[in-house]
């Protein structure tokens, strides 16, 4: 299995700023993903990453709003820009293992006042 | 379109109870099947995962799920449920797209164990 951290792990935001999450992990994958988990909710996926091209967002996801990078295969970062309070989520990343199942990050809580 | 359905949202069981906790699917093909699980502030842990093969799969923690095509369901079971248990369980489906398998998750079912 794939160790993934994240940073930060929580963060409190003023609406209209942006925020960049790092994902790491452990060992080279080449599918990353990113998801939104809202109060209560379950997780949805914002967008796949894989490293070299561009990534693949989501019907509803948009690239301005969330921008992705992924500069080698260790590594991703999400920044969700123009905060507003309905972005107030839990962040999580996972990746791809060679088992092909989903190893999931401990998640950035986010709170947008 | 692919789906999951956890019909429960809430289950309370008494500690040292039997538990199961139900996940229906809606996917076009054998599906992969999973189970994770969320404590309060933690991130998700994979409990156990189909594939193929014996519909009975064990995991950690003392979990088991059985995989019933001809029902479209996966439900997950444990015979004592211990106070450690309380979270939030997620079942999930992965649907091959695109060259990987995009995840599809239920609701949820948020499980409390009384002493």
């Known amino acids: 299995s794939a160790v993934i951290s994240q940073k930060p792990s929580r963060d409190i935001c003023q609406r209209g700023t942006s925020l960049t999450i790092q994902c790491q992990v452990d060992s080279q994958v080449t599918m990353m993903f990113w998801y939104r988990q809202q109060p209560g909710q379950s997780l949805t996926l914002i967008a796949t990453?894989?490293?070299?091209?561009?990534?693949?967002?989501e019907s509803g996801f948009v690239i301005d709003k969330f921008p992705i990078s992924r500069p080698n295969l260790t590594f991703s970062t999400l920044t969700v820009s123009n905060m507003s309070p309905e972005d107030s989520s839990i962040y999580l990343c996972s990746v791809e293992g060679v088992d092909r199942f989903q190893y999931f990050g401990p998640g950035t809580r986010l709170t947008v006042t | 379109a692919q789906s999951v359905t956890q019909p429960d949202i809430h289950i309370t069981v008494s500690e040292g109870a039997s538990l199961e906790l139900r996940c229906n699917y809606s996917?076009?093909?054998?599906?992969?099947l999973f189970w994770y699980v969320q404590s309060p502030g933690q991130g998700l842990q994979l409990l156990l995962k189909y594939f193929s093969g014996d519909t009975l799969v064990q995991g950690i923690k003392g979990f088991e799920a059985e995989f019933k095509r001809s029902q479209s369901s996966f439900n997950l079971r444990k015979p004592s449920v211990h106070w450690s248990d309380a979270a939030e369980y997620f079942c999930a489906v992965g649907a091959y797209t695109s060259g990987t398998y995009k995840y599809i998750f239920g609701t949820g079912t948020r499980l409390k164990v009384l002493a």
């Open positions: 990453a894989n490293q070299g091209s561009e990534a693949t967002y």
């Open positions: 996917y076009g093909a054998t599906p992969y």
